[in-house]
């Protein structure tokens, strides 16, 4: 069921959103060759709990770690651990974040040093996709606007659309109704109302849009390929002529 959130849930929902974007900016200071991944999940986690919030993953159907670390043909869901970050590293932090009970979800795309430009292309066009479909949203739209214009930007940049994996409605849980295609047709779908909150998160690769599950945790998904992807979200409150992003500033 879509649930349209009170102004008091609202505000709770603009705090953890807030404090999500402070999270990211303290890990974006030590994204760097050499790193650690699980020490970036420190950080998030001392962060999120010293501000009276909770890092929303840690535990979520079974997830072990406060965010997720994703790097190069991860698309997402990648645990941190000791692996180390290297010169020319793709990596995506996914991170979530719970005040009394309220949440909020967002995405970002590093490259670390020097890439090629097929690759700062796809990170660009990536989050260049995410504001296309934002740009849709407002009340009295359908869904599949939005979906269809991140969808078309992919192509036009020649990304493929991961299909398996989709945004969502945000809130009391992690992951509510409605979903969030990246992909699908103008017109389709539920119709936006004044007070959702929505969580939209392109994931577009660099060759095939095949995904699978990697060998041996049950949590990262990668490129059937092997070819990079990148990942940017944002959770937003839908407006009467707009959107807000909450995990903003």
Sequence with gaps: MVSIKSERE???????????YLVHEEIK????????TEYLDKIAYDFITKHDCVPSQ???????????????DEVVHGI?????????????IDLCVGYKGYHTDSARTYIVGFQTREIQDLVKNTEKSLYEGL??????????DVSNAICEYAHEHGLSVVEEL??????????EDPDVPNFGEKGSGIT???????????????GSKEVCMLDGDD???????????????????????????????
Excluded: Q
């Design 10 to 20: 609202i505000e709770l929902m603009k705090y953890a959103g807030h404090i999500n």
């Design 29 to 36: 200071k030590n994204i760097k060759p050499g790193v650690k």
């Design 58 to 72: 840690l535990g979520y159907e079974g997830y072990p770690k406060s965010i997720c670390v994703s790097i190069n």
């Design 80 to 92: 941190p651990g000791k692996r180390k970050i290297k010169e020319g590293d793709v990596v995506s």
């Design 135 to 144: 740009s849709k949203i407002k009340a009295g739209v359908k869904i599949g």
């Design 166 to 175: 989709v945004g969502h409605g945000v809130g009391t849980d992690i992951h």
């Design 192 to 206: 936006l109302k004044k007070g959702m909150t929505i969580a939209v998160e392109p994931m577009l690769n660099l």
């Design 219 to 249: 949590w990262t998904i990668v490129t059937e390929d092997s070819l990079c992807s990148a990942h940017f979200e944002h959770t937003v409150l839908v407006t009467e002529d707009g959107y807000e992003i909450l995990t903003g500033e």
